[in-house]
């Protein structure tokens, strides 16, 4: 599958953390749940998680406007699954969100 070419206006989400290691299962599960949550939203376009080798995870989450971005943000499932995260999921996080003002990409054939 080829990736999403990224548009101007876009909002991307740039959600980095570190697990506790007791809660990750849990974590998981609650995953699992949002995760599909957020692909059936309008105006979703992808989400990647990366894990570095110190155990740091990153999540990139674009969504095609500040509207449907908001909409997200504010979804009380996922309103709960940050409650969740602060109280058991995360020893820390932090959260970076802009709007894409110039967009490019390449792919080989």
Same mark, same amino acid.
């Given at each position: 599958?080829?990736? =999403? %070419?990224?548009?101007? #206006?876009? $909002?991307? +989400?740039?959600?980095?953390?570190?697990?506790?290691? /007791?809660?990750?299962?849990?974590?998981?599960?609650?995953?699992?749940?949002?995760?599909?949550? =957020? %692909?059936?939203?309008? #105006?979703? $376009?992808? +989400?990647?998680?990366?894990?570095?080798?110190?155990? /740091?995870?990153?999540?990139?989450?674009?969504?095609?406007?500040?509207?449907?971005?908001?909409?997200? %943000?504010?979804?009380?499932?996922?309103?709960?699954?940050?409650?969740?995260?602060?109280?058991?999921?995360?020893?820390?996080?932090?959260?970076?969100?802009?709007?894409?003002?110039?967009?490019?990409?390449?792919?080989?054939?």
């Amino acid at each position: 599958m080829q990736p =999403a %070419r990224p548009l101007v #206006g876009q $909002v991307v +989400t740039v959600f980095r953390n570190r697990l506790r290691p /007791e809660h990750e299962a849990a974590y998981a599960d609650e995953l699992a749940v949002v995760a599909a949550l =957020a %692909r059936e939203m309008p #105006g979703f $376009v992808e +989400t990647k998680t990366f894990t570095a080798d110190d155990g /740091e995870r990153c999540t990139v989450v674009t969504f095609a406007d500040t509207d449907s971005h908001r909409a997200w %943000r504010d979804h009380p499932r996922h309103r709960e699954a940050q409650r969740h995260g602060v109280a058991d999921y995360y020893a820390e996080y932090s959260i970076a969100v802009g709007e894409t003002t110039y967009a490019s990409a390449f792919v080989r054939d």
